[in-house]
Structure formats: structure tokens, C-alpha cells
């Protein structure tokens, strides 16, 4: 599982003193080797990048289409390859890995219909002999720069889009899940992209600072923590290029005193204990209401007892390590926090009894203070807070009041509640009666506050944030009447 650059159609290798070593989360197995490469290395792809950009905006869009198309052929014949690389690099386990994968495949094959979708409008002119109309017209070569919580799902909802609007991209994916990212260049190579239209870069700060910085490159997507996002749309703000940035979360899930228990508290599990909790659309936060909180609690904490660590190749195993032992660490100090901050019902703590790799354990918090660390920053991690509510005012202001605002969602069976609880939670998005996570392909995807600047990914738009409308007047002649003011 050795990565290398994909520069203008073609493999790079670095010297061996530029590459660092690729290792399991879950065992410290080492899986290979990537690239570490600085901003010479960056500075070539653009290039590439940009020569390839005149042929490629070039190709009717349809046309491009095609070639998603081939892409979503060849990804479907290798999913299993893509999941175990995830599993092994990421430290999902194996089921969760499929899952992104399948969700990646639809994503790029909504995208790649896209194609025959890129319309303009057209409205009648206030002149005579005139069409008036709008196109949409491609930004040149786009920066992506990607997180390694989902590394096959987030390179390939930016890439599709851009592609299918007619830029060239190159991708920064993260440092930690190399291999995926690699694996997702080579099946661009196979699918037959002109050489030069795809770029894969790996290393961390320094190519991702060079990608911004660069005049050729024309807009900028990132996904990552709010603190690198914010520095990131700064940057972009100041150069005056477009930028959209999808950022940390704090997601909460509201038990109203009407909501049926056992679905509740499956939710909440899967959402706060599924992928390790490094779910961007993570469950962090359980607001609950007085009446229901102690039985709620009860079935909550049962569940995430019943999680089995370990390897995510295993059969059995629920839940696999984080992703580094750097974030392993962070998570075990929010649970030292936590500690001296509520009561802690389950976990704390990494699971000693799995010394090889960075597991920290499932962990419940209960009578948290909606404003106490664990409640407000982001740990990223099997850890949720629950804080109890006295009404559902209280549970709107403790949700809101966070920075940040990717996802929420409430457990009720009365209609009128919902309503008024979707209209005043300040999230990108909300789920009725399922669990915060999830989304689909042709579906908008982003947050609100500091999660989320920007138009949406994913959905019937995100193509929109890879190009500029343009205006168009023809004077086709005839009584043309000409006006003062224009
Ligand atoms: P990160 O911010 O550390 O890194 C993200 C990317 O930015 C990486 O490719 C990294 O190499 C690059 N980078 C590092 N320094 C940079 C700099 N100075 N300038 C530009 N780029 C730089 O995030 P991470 O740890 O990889 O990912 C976890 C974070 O991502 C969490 O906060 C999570 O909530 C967030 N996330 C958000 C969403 C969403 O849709 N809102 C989705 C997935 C992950």
C-alpha cells in the first residue's frame, strides 16, 4: 500500500527521505508508505493542472460525463479493495467502510448526470430583437483539500462536481488515509481522464498552503476542523477567490418527554458510538427532557456497553480505533475533563485491554452543563454528554448554543413539535426520528455558523459552486429599441 503523487497522467515518486510511513490505527501495522511532499511538488501539479484546463473546459459536458460514468463502473468493481484500504488505514470497521463506499459511488454517478443538467436560464428581454440567457462557465483549476474522517466519500463529492463543471482539480487529500486517496487517482487513471485534469498531492500543511496561494488555482473546497477552515477562508477571502469550507460539529439529538425510548437510544448509540464517533454528522450532544432521562440513560448506556473493539477487519467487532494516536489522546483528555466536569456513567479512558492500537473507550457523560467543555468543543470521538432539559425551550437554547451547526435531530411523535423544533434549530440540517447522521446523494449537504461557509456540497447544485454564470444579451436584430439607461 505505497502512495505516490498523480502529476499531468503521471506517477511521482519522492525521494524515501520525503516519505513518511502509512500505519494501521488499529494495531500499528505499518501499511506502506506515502508521500510527504512540500510546495515544489504542489507547484508542478497546478501546473499540470492549468495546461490541462483549455481541453478539458473544452470537451462538451456530456462528455465528461462519460468518464464519471467509466469512474462509477470501475469503483463498483472495486469497492472491496477501496473498503478494506479504508478499514485498514482509517479504522473504520469493515461494514462501515462499505458503506462509504457505496455512498461515494452514488454520490459520483448522481454527479456525473450532472453532465446533461449544467442549465442556464432564460427570461425575456426588456428589448426588442434580444435573447437574454445565462450559461455557466468553469473556474479553471480548483483546490481541494480533504479530512481523513471519510477519505473515499469527501475527495469524490468535490471531484465529480468540479470535473463535470469543466475544471481541472487537484486534491490535497489528509496525511493519515494516504492509500485511499491513492487508490481513488488510479481509478481516475483507468476511467481515462485527460492527463493533467486529475492531480493527487499528498503531505499535509505545506502543499494545502501552496494549493491556496497559487494564482492559477481559481477556487477552493475544504473539509476539516473550523480552526484550519477558518485560516482557510481568510486566506481565500483575501485573495478574493471563491472558497466553501465545511467544519467541526457538536451535534445534538433532542429526546422530547413523547418519544418512543428504544428508537431513541439506538439512534443516539449508532450516532455517538458508530465510526468511533469521528463522524462529522456525529452524535455529541443527547438533550434530553426531565420525565424521560434516567430510562433513556438506562438503554443508552446498555448499548454502549455492548460495543466490542477492535481490529475492523474482525468479524464481530462493533467498533474500531481512532484514527491516530494523537486523536486518540485528545479524546481521553475530554474524557479527563469530562470527569471533573458531570457524571460519568460508562468509559473514560482508552480501552487498555487493546495496548497496540488507539482505542479509547465508549464513553457516557450524564447531568453535563450545556455549557461545560465536553458540551461545547469538539472531541471527535466515542464520547457523548447527555444534558437534562425541563422543557423544549431549554433543549433549543442548549442546542444552539454552541458554535457550530452541521446536523441535529429530535425524537417526538407529535407533529407540531417537530415543526417548530426543525424551524428553530440553528443546523444545516435535521432529522425527524433518526439518528444525526446520514445523507444522501442528491440531497444538499452543510452546516451553519462556524461548520459551514459557503454553498452546500452534494445535491442538485454543488456543481454550481465549481463555475460562474455568466450573462448573455444577443441583439438578433429586428427593432431593436435602445434604451437611456443601459
Ligand atoms: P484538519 O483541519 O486537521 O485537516 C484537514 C485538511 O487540511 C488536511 O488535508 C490537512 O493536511 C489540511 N491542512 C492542514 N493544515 C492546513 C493549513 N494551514 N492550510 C490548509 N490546509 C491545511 O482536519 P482533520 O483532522 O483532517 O479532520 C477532522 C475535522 O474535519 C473535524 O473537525 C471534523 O468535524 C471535520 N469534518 C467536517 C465535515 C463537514 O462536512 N462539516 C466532514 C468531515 C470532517
Known amino acids: 500500500m505505497n502512495s505516490r503523487n498523480y502529476i499531468d497522467g503521471?506517477?511521482?515518486?519522492?525521494?524515501?527521505?520525503?516519505?513518511?510511513?502509512?500505519?494501521?490505527?488499529?494495531?500499528?501495522?505499518?501499511?506502506?508508505?506515502?508521500?510527504?511532499?512540500?510546495?515544489?511538488?504542489?507547484?508542478?501539479?497546478?501546473?499540470?493542472?492549468?495546461a490541462a484546463f483549455?481541453?478539458?473546459?473544452?470537451?462538451?459536458?456530456?462528455?465528461r460525463g462519460e468518464l464519471l460514468f467509466r469512474l462509477v463502473r470501475i469503483l463498483e468493481r472495486e469497492a472491496e479493495t477501496l473498503s478494506r484500504a479504508l478499514a485498514l488505514e482509517e479504522g473504520k470497521i469493515i461494514g462501515e467502510a462499505r458503506g462509504e463506499v457505496q455512498k461515494a459511488i452514488r454520490y459520483v454517478e448522481f454527479a456525473a448526470g450532472d453532465a446533461r443538467r449544467l442549465t442556464g436560464y432564460t427570461a425575456p428581454s426588456e428589448l426588442s430583437g434580444t435573447f437574454a440567457f445565462t450559461m455557466w462557465r468553469p473556474h479553471g483549476v480548483v483546490g481541494l483539500i480533504t479530512p481523513w474522517n471519510f477519505p473515499v466519500c469527501i475527495p469524490l463529492w468535490k471531484m465529480a462536481p468540479a470535473l463535470v463543471a469543466g475544471n481541472t482539480v487537484v486534491l490535497k487529500p489528509a496525511p493519515e488515509t494516504p492509500y485511499t486517496a491513492h487508490l481513488i487517482a488510479l481509478y481516475c487513471e483507468e476511467a481515462g481522464f485527460p492527463k493533467g485534469v486529475v492531480n493527487v498531492v499528498h503531505g499535509d500543511a505545506a502543499p494545502a498552503v501552496a494549493l491556496i496561494e497559487h494564482p492559477h488555482v481559481r477556487a477552493v473546497s475544504f473539509t476539516g476542523s473550523t480552526e484550519v477552515g477558518i485560516r482557510v477562508s481568510s486566506r481565500c477571502a483575501q485573495l478574493n477567490k471563491p472558497v466553501q469550507c465545511e467544519m467541526g460539529g457538536k451535534n445534538p439529538i433532542l429526546i422530547l418527554d413523547d418519544a418512543d425510548l428504544d428508537k431513541a437510544a439506538i439512534a443516539t448509540a449508532q450516532g455517538a458510538f458508530g465510526s468511533t464517533g469521528q463522524r462529522c454528522t456525529a452524535t455529541s450532544r443527547a438533550i434530553v427532557m426531565d420525565a424521560v432521562a434516567d430510562a433513556y440513560v438506562a438503554k443508552v448506556a446498555a448499548l454502549a456497553k455492548a460495543i466490542r473493539a477492535g481490529h475492523p477487519l474482525e468479524d464481530g467487532v462493533t467498533m474500531g480505533p481512532s484514527v491516530s494516536e494523537r486523536q486518540m489522546e485528545k479524546v481521553v483528555s475530554?474524557?479527563?475533563?469530562?470527569?471533573?466536569?458531570?457524571?460519568?456513567?460508562?468509559?473514560?479512558?482508552?480501552?487498555?485491554?487493546?495496548?497496540?492500537?488507539?482505542?479509547?473507550?465508549?464513553?457516557?457523560?450524564?447531568?453535563?452543563?450545556?455549557?461545560?467543555?465536553?458540551?461545547?468543543?469538539e472531541i471527535f470521538g466515542p464520547v457523548l454528554s447527555?444534558?437534562?432539559?425541563?422543557?423544549?425551550?431549554?433543549?433549543?437554547?442548549?442546542?444552539?448554543?454552541?458554535?457550530?451547526?452541521?446536523?441535529?435531530?429530535?425524537?417526538?411523535?407529535?407533529?407540531?413539535?417537530?415543526?417548530?423544533?426543525?424551524?428553530?434549530?440553528?443546523?444545516?440540517?435535521?432529522q425527524v426520528n433518526a439518528p444525526t447522521m446520514g445523507g444522501e446523494?442528491?440531497?444538499?449537504?452543510?452546516?451553519?455558523?462556524?461548520?459551514?461557509?459557503?454553498?452546500?456540497?452534494?445535491?442538485?447544485?454543488?456543481?454550481?459552486?465549481?463555475?460562474?454564470?455568466?450573462?448573455?444579451?444577443?441583439?438578433h436584430g429586428g427593432a431593436r429599441r435602445t434604451s437611456s439607461f443601459y
Open 10 to 50: 503521471a506517477w511521482h515518486d519522492l525521494r524515501p527521505s520525503e516519505t513518511a510511513h502509512n500505519t494501521s490505527p488499529a494495531d500499528g501495522e505499518v501499511l506502506g508508505t506515502t508521500p510527504v511532499s512540500g510546495a515544489d511538488t504542489m507547484v508542478v501539479a497546478i501546473e499540470a493542472a492549468h
Open 54 to 63: 483549455p481541453g478539458w473546459s473544452a470537451t462538451p459536458a456530456p462528455k
Open 334 to 377: 475530554y474524557t479527563d475533563i469530562g470527569a471533573a466536569e458531570a457524571k460519568l456513567v460508562v468509559g473514560g479512558g482508552r480501552i487498555t485491554a487493546l495496548p497496540k492500537g488507539y482505542f479509547p473507550a465508549p464513553t457516557l457523560f450524564d447531568h453535563v452543563s450545556a455549557t461545560g467543555r465536553i458540551a461545547t468543543e
Open 386 to 430: 447527555v444534558i437534562r432539559v425541563a422543557t423544549v425551550d431549554e433543549a433549543i437554547d442548549a442546542a444552539n448554543g454552541v458554535q457550530f451547526g452541521l446536523t441535529s435531530s429530535v425524537y417526538t411523535n407529535d407533529l407540531s413539535r417537530a415543526f417548530s423544533v426543525i424551524e428553530r434549530l440553528d443546523t444545516g440540517m435535521t
Open 441 to 475: 446523494a442528491h440531497m444538499p449537504f452543510g452546516g451553519v455558523k462556524n461548520t459551514g461557509v459557503g454553498p452546500r456540497e452534494m445535491g442538485p447544485n454543488a456543481w454550481r459552486f465549481y463555475s460562474e454564470e455568466k450573462t448573455v444579451y444577443i441583439n
